[in-house]
């Protein structure tokens, strides 16, 4: 069965530090991969997708960026984060075809930048 | 631009039956989810409809009618465990997911 893992469950960074949060798909292969952002009582935001290696689409410019380095790894990072930074990010994977493929998510990323 | 409307907060007694609604405008439609997402806690996926009409799993149920853009979520006898929040998305005709807000369930003894 697949799995997907995030980590860390939490983090505190302050402003103006990096950030890398990592996210691991297993069980399956050649995943569309996804990065969302859940602010405190609000929808999900897409922040980026890729659908391949080295394949990143940005939905909102902001100061993260997202990397695939093996097809079952992604990447959240940014170089100095902001306060506005804060919030709920998401991990999800879902099959490469099919419109009935739902998103399935990792438990989440609580980041509280200080 | 494309929008997904849900109630922000509803309340109901174990027990009981609720109905969450959902009405969407999207460039396209291909297909609504509902997801539930427990406070703190990552969405977890409960139903996908395509096609009108109801789609039953369990408890819960959703319906569809694409012609009024609209879905409902139904969830019968209602448990403490139910208390969470909600949420529609739709997959538009990019295949990209337009996510609702989410409708924070609140279930009383």
């Known amino acids: 069965s697949q799995t997907i893992h995030q980590w860390p469950a939490t983090l505190v960074q302050p402003v103006g530090s990096p950030l890398s949060l990592e996210c691991t798909v297993e069980?399956?292969?050649?995943?569309?991969l996804y990065w969302y952002r859940q602010a405190a009582g609000r929808g999900l935001q897409l922040l980026f997708y890729?659908?391949?290696?080295?394949?990143i689409s940005s939905e909102v410019p902001q100061n993260l960026s997202a990397s695939r380095p093996q097809d079952r790894q992604f990447i959240l990072s940014s170089k100095k984060l902001l306060l506005s930074d804060s919030g709920f990010y998401l991990c999800?994977?879902?099959?490469?075809?099919?419109?009935?493929?739902?998103?399935?998510f990792g438990n989440g990323t609580r980041l509280t930048v200080t | 631009g494309q929008n997904i409307d849900q109630p922000t907060e509803m309340t109901a007694t174990e027990g009981a039956i609720v109905q969450i609604n959902c009405t969407y405008q999207?460039?396209?439609?291909?297909?609504l989810f509902w997801y539930q997402q427990h406070a703190g806690e990552a969405p977890t996926f409960l139903s996908y409809?395509?096609l009108d009409g109801l789609e039953e799993k369990g408890r819960f149920s959703s319906f569809l009618s694409r012609s009024k853009g609209y879905s409902y979520l139904l969830l019968k006898e209602l448990q403490m465990k139910d208390s969470a929040s909600y949420l529609c998305?739709?997959?538009?005709?990019?295949?990209?997911?337009?996510w609702g807000a989410g409708t924070k369930l609140i279930i009383k003894p």
């Open positions: 999800a994977w879902s099959v490469p075809t099919g419109e009935s493929s739902p998103l399935h």
């Open positions: 069980g399956t292969s050649n995943p569309n």
């Open positions: 890729s659908v391949g290696i080295g394949q």
């Open positions: 999207t460039s396209g439609f291909n297909g």
């Open positions: 409809n395509v």
């Open positions: 998305a739709v997959r538009d005709s990019n295949y990209q997911l337009i």
